[in-house]
């Protein structure tokens, strides 16, 4: 069965600064997506990046970075210029990508607080 | 753009009643999906379908029926509601099955005493 774990339940991050958000996964396969969702007090899931598991390259969405290392099971976010609109709740997923399903497996999220 | 639209957003129910948490998008995606999320527990699936007509479980069913007659809508009844099930409902869409690119709706808050 695919896991995804996050050891940190709460993060606290002053504005301006970098934050590193940690996530790993237990998976057999050799093909999927990984990906972050950012929850924020009003509730919404909102996409903030994803990577395929097949591409050796780091994705990067503007002040959002991962470091994917597939051999380690491995897949955390950096967020660069913490802004005040970055805290929320952050959850790592994991899916498959076969002919089989499209779950999203998720981690129990990391509750990070941008300080002013 | 609407997007993904819920509701209700707050529902209060007895155990033991029956009731449907709506689900609808305007953008023709294929692929939808009911989770829940409890505390500590982050995200878990419920059901999803991957069309009109096709549905199927997903980690957490029991408890819980969908139907999908149409591509715009999925429904997810609650059957006979028990206290296990307050929890916050989450249904999402995707444009083609194996993208994983999920557009969440805003959530509806269930509460059964």
């Known amino acids: 069965a695919q896991t995804v774990t996050q050891s940190q339940p709460e993060m606290s991050v002053q504005e301006a600064e970098t934050v590193t958000l940690s996530c790993t996964y237990d998976?057999?396969?050799?093909?999927?997506?990984l990906f972050w969702y950012k929850q924020p007090p009003s509730r919404q899931m909102i996409l903030v990046i994803r990577q395929e598991a097949y591409k050796q390259q780091n994705a990067t969405e503007n002040r959002f970075s991962v470091n994917f290392q597939k051999a380690a099971k491995s897949f955390s976010l950096k967020i660069s210029d913490s802004q005040l609109g970055d805290t929320a709740m952050y959850f790592c997923a994991f899916m498959i990508r076969s002919g089989a399903t499209n779950k999203l497996i998720f981690g129990t999220g990391t509750l990070l607080a941008v300080q002013p | 753009n609407a997007g993904v639209t819920q509701t209700p957003k707050f529902q209060v129910l007895k155990t033991g009643q029956s009731m449907t948490l709506q689900c609808a998008q305007d953008m023709n995606h294929e692929y939808m999906s009911w989770y829940r999320q409890d505390p500590g527990m982050g995200l878990r699936l419920i059901h999803y379908s991957v069309g009109a007509g096709i549905t199927d479980q997903g980690e957490v069913p029991n408890g819980y029926n969908v139907s999908r007659s149409t591509t715009e809508d999925f429904p997810l009844r609650l059957l006979s509601a028990a206290p296990s099930q307050t929890s916050v409902y989450f249904c999402a869409s995707s444009y083609e099955w194996g993208l994983g690119e999920l557009f969440f709706g805003e959530g509806s808050r269930l509460t059964v005493l």
């Open positions: 998976t057999s396969e050799n093909n999927y997506y």
